[in-house]
């Protein structure tokens, strides 16, 4: 029994002038052949301009159980919200 | 379904008060509607459950492709052959779409192929069938795939992120699939007596394979009940049988074909057709393991696994080559 191949994620640029974004996974032997697949698996109907690969062993993810206290300092400033601040009808457009 | 009767291992589902409060605030997280996440916590059977359900419908997906491959070097013309070919990629693109979801759930891809190859994992029953003719082709299609989308569209709602993502992008794809099977006995039923008469034939031998594939009344099972609170499953499978025969009769019709069920009639009162009941030991028999083509299928899945081994050994050994060169050049750099 062989080893199994290690896992990609898959990063697809749907058109020019969008970020690339994640549209699923897929074993495979190395990057090149990562991209290989990727055209195969993700992109059969003219999905993407551009494929990343990336070895889902490297990504580091926040943890689930801690999004309370990861998010909670911007959750306090909502001043950064412009819709934060009356603009008066008289002055316009703003 | 592509997914048939998967068990949930819960005796019966449990109210909110009986949940401790880890356990609680995920289901009220599921009755809002909210999607859960791979590394999110969840209860043991509500994992072991999707693995089940999900590696079964990759299965199906990656099986599926054999009844139809029987006929690519056969297709009547090229355009035909193409079209079969994309097709039965597709399906391919949809057993791995379908086996990555499930390897968020901590299964690894080659577990899933163990069960698979080993007879432990089921797929669904419908491609135990054999392919006779080129007509059968078109009824796959037509039946096996529009009976797919009738369970597949409302499972792109469930609340595992994963599987419904993967099923958004299946959905995107059927449509296709359906309508190039319905297209291919368009043109036969247009042919000669004998064409039409292949058509018939082939609508005779899958139209109760088609109905069996939403499983058996489910309305008083208990994996049902709990798969639908945790909302992995959306409808009864009476429910879809019954919005699959509404839709399908009128193009049986369309097409001049006559549906084999003494029973089929219009129910004005419902606004739907009464039909008659699939013979359930046939169904039985065939996820059981002695379905028509169930050892030929297997076999086949077995073989092309085992002999494609010393091509991923290939590229494994390519991968690491490569790999090893540009460590002993960056080495000499530096
Ligand atoms: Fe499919
Ligand atoms: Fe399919
Ligand atoms: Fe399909």
Redesign the interface.
């Given at each position: 029994m062989s080893s199994e191949w290690p896992l990609w994620e898959v990063f697809i640029r749907g058109q020019h002038g969008l970020n690339h974004r994640h549209v699923g996974s897929l074993h495979a032997p190395d990057a090149e052949m990562a991209v290989n697949n990727a055209r195969d698996v993700y992109t059969r109907r003219n999905e993407g301009v551009s494929i990343w690969v990336v070895r889902s062993s490297d990504i580091t993810a926040s943890t689930p159980s801690e999004k309370g206290p990861l998010f909670e300092p911007s959750n306090s400033k909502v001043y950064r919200h412009p819709t934060f601040f009356d603009v008066p009808e008289e002055v316009g457009h703003m | 379904m592509y997914a048939q009767m998967v068990k949930t291992d819960g005796a019966r589902v449990r109210s909110l008060d009986e949940m401790d409060p880890v356990e609680r605030a995920f289901q009220e997280r599921i009755d809002a509607g909210q999607k859960i996440?791979p590394?999110?916590?969840m209860p043991e059977g509500y994992r072991k459950t999707l693995v089940r359900q999900i590696s079964q419908h990759a299965h199906s997906e990656i099986v599926g492709q054999l009844p139809e491959g029987n006929w690519i070097t056969r297709a009547p013309t090229l355009e035909r052959k193409a079209i079969l070919l994309?097709k039965v990629?597709?399906e391919a693109?949809h057993g791995?779409?379908l086996y990555?979801a499930a390897?968020t759930l901590g299964v690894?891809?080659?577990e899933m192929y163990e069960q698979l190859h080993s007879g432990k994992a089921k797929y669904s029953s419908i491609f135990n069938y054999p392919t006779l003719s080129w007509a059968d082709i078109g009824a796959v299609g037509w039946l096996v795939d529009g009976a797919a989308i009738m369970n597949q569209v409302p499972l792109q709602r469930c609340s595992y992120g994963p599987y419904a993502?993967?099923l958004v992008?299946i959905c995107k794809?059927e449509s296709f699939h359906q309508r190039q099977g319905f297209d291919i006995l368009m043109n036969m039923v247009k042919g000669t007596p004998a064409q039409k008469a292949l058509v018939q034939d082939a609508l005779n031998r899958w139209w109760w394979p088609s109905l069996m594939m939403f499983g058996p009344s489910d309305d008083a099972s208990v994996h049902s009940a709990q798969s639908m609170a945790w909302k992995i499953k959306q409808n009864s499978n009476d429910e879809l049988r019954q919005k699959f025969v509404d839709q399908t009769v009128p193009q049986a019709e369309y097409l001049g074909l006559t549906v084999p069920d003494p029973d089929l009639k219009w129910n004005e009162e419902k606004g739907g057709y009464d039909f008659g009941e699939p013979d359930w030991s046939e169904f039985f028999a065939v996820i059981a393991g002695n379905g028509p083509c169930n050892a030929e299928r297997l076999d086949a899945r077995k073989k092309a696994w085992n002999d494609g081994?010393w091509f991923?050994?290939g590229?494994?050994a390519?991968?690491e080559k490569?790999?090893s060169r540009r460590q002993a050049s960056r080495i000499a750099a530096e």
């Open positions: - | 996440e590394k999110e916590w994309a990629q597709d693109g791995l779409y990555c390897e690894s891809r080659d993502r993967a992008r794809e081994e991923r050994d590229l494994v390519h991968a490569a790999r």
